[in-house]
């Protein structure tokens, strides 16, 4: 079984940012794609950013240029962050952590986080 742990979320200004963290552990033998999505209230969750083994990223459009994910796979940490800059009130949301990969049992696996809160004032 494979969790996932976000921190980072809260509440802040538009224009301010915030880096969201997401700490994978368990029973992995290897992840390759770690992503961040999003679900506003009454909207569909979507993909805000996904970063896979090789280092291929790809931003939803609605965050490029103010978003950056990036992944720490150093002593297997499997932790991955989005950093998010000058943030606007549409970026409302709770914000999840996925993880796909395979699993010690050679399992393929893909996992959610719990979710963390990202409110933005105007």
């Known amino acids: 079984q494979v969790q996932l742990v976000e921190s980072g979320g809260g509440l802040v200004q538009a224009g301010g940012s915030l880096r969201l963290s997401c700490a994978a552990s368990g029973s992995i033998f290897s992840i390759n794609t770690m992503a961040w999505y999003r679900q506003a209230p009454g909207q569909q969750r979507e993909l805000v950013a996904s970063?896979?083994?090789?280092?291929?990223?790809?931003?939803a459009d609605s965050v490029k240029g103010r978003c950056t994910i990036s992944r720490d796979r150093d002593n297997a940490k499997n932790t991955v962050y989005l950093q998010m800059n000058s943030l606007k009130p549409e970026d409302t949301a709770v914000y999840y952590c996925?993880?796909?990969?395979?699993?010690?049992?050679?399992?393929?696996?893909?996992?959610w986080g719990q979710g963390t809160q990202v409110t933005v004032s105007s």
């Open positions: 970063i896979t083994s090789d280092g291929s990223i790809s931003y």
């Open positions: 996925n993880a796909a990969g395979r699993s010690l049992r050679l399992l393929d696996f893909r996992s």
